[in-house]
Nanobody
């Protein structure tokens, strides 16, 4: 069984910073990518940032220059450093991983989500 567990969400004022963390655990054979998505009320879930096994990164245009994704490959953790936060960044943030568990097919796995609220 594979689990992704996020932490680090909360309430922050505009212009502030937060760091999200996500740990992947369980019977994992290989992780191909890890990333973050978000879903605001009434909107579709959207990609925020992703990092591949080789370290390549991709960001949504709306967060470029403000957010930074990083990984701890040894511990199967992924982080999202969010700076200069705006009210429009308010959403539930989900950790995602494209991975192959031991004895199971490769697939997408999701965390339970963590709320980020940017408000004064």
């Amino acid at each position: 069984q594979v689990q992704l567990v996020e932490s680090g969400g909360g309430l922050v004022q505009p212009g502030g910073s937060l760091r999200l963390s996500c740990a992947a655990s369980g019977r994992i054979f290989s992780i191909y990518s890890m990333g973050w998505y978000r879903q605001a009320p009434g909107k579709q879930r959207e990609l925020v940032a992703v990092i591949s096994s080789g370290g390549s990164t991709n960001y949504a245009d709306s967060v470029k220059g403000r957010f930074t994704i990083s990984r701890d490959y040894a511990k199967n953790w992924v982080y999202l450093q969010m700076n200069s936060l705006k009210p429009e960044d308010t959403a539930v943030y989900y950790c995602n991983s494209d991975l192959k568990p031991i004895n199971l097919r490769r697939g997408d796995y999701w965390g339970q989500g963590t709320q980020v609220t940017v408000s004064s």
